[in-house]
């Protein structure tokens, strides 16, 4: 299985960006659909975007289309979210996800390897 840690949260101002890397490990990351989800206080975990394992299709939710970005860099095992234009209800602790499925990319329970998360704060 493999193995997830996410880097890149921290607490910033509304309006402002950062980007969070999830770097994989343990099984080849090319074989894996990515997602990111994130958790708010007192919330459910919720889906954000997703990516396929080839990076042709993309998915986002609502609230964050047109100011998120998803990418993978299958060399680098890596996948990034460029989050700009943050507004205070986008604070929550983020996780990125994988899953070797290629459809239901929005559903939480496809995926079966998370990783730890990490906490983004915005701050109005």
């Known amino acids: 299985q493999v193995q997830l840690v996410e880097s890149g949260g921290g607490l910033v101002q509304a309006g402002d960006s950062l980007r969070l890397s999830c770097a994989a490990s343990?099984?080849?990351?090319?074989?894996?659909?990515m997602g990111w989800f994130r958790q708010a206080p007192g919330k459910e975990r919720e889906f954000v975007t997703a990516i396929s394992r080839s990076g042709g299709s993309i998915y986002y939710a609502d609230s964050v289309k047109g100011r998120f970005t998803i990418s993978r860099d299958n060399a680098k095992n890596t996948v990034y979210l460029q989050m700009n234009s943050l507004k205070p209800e986008d604070t929550a602790v983020y996780y990125c996800a994988a899953t070797p499925t290629a459809a239901m990319l929005t559903i939480r329970r496809v995926y079966d390897a998370w990783g730890q998360g990490t906490q983004v704060t915005v701050s109005s």
């Open positions: 343990g099984r080849t990351f090319s074989s894996y659909a």
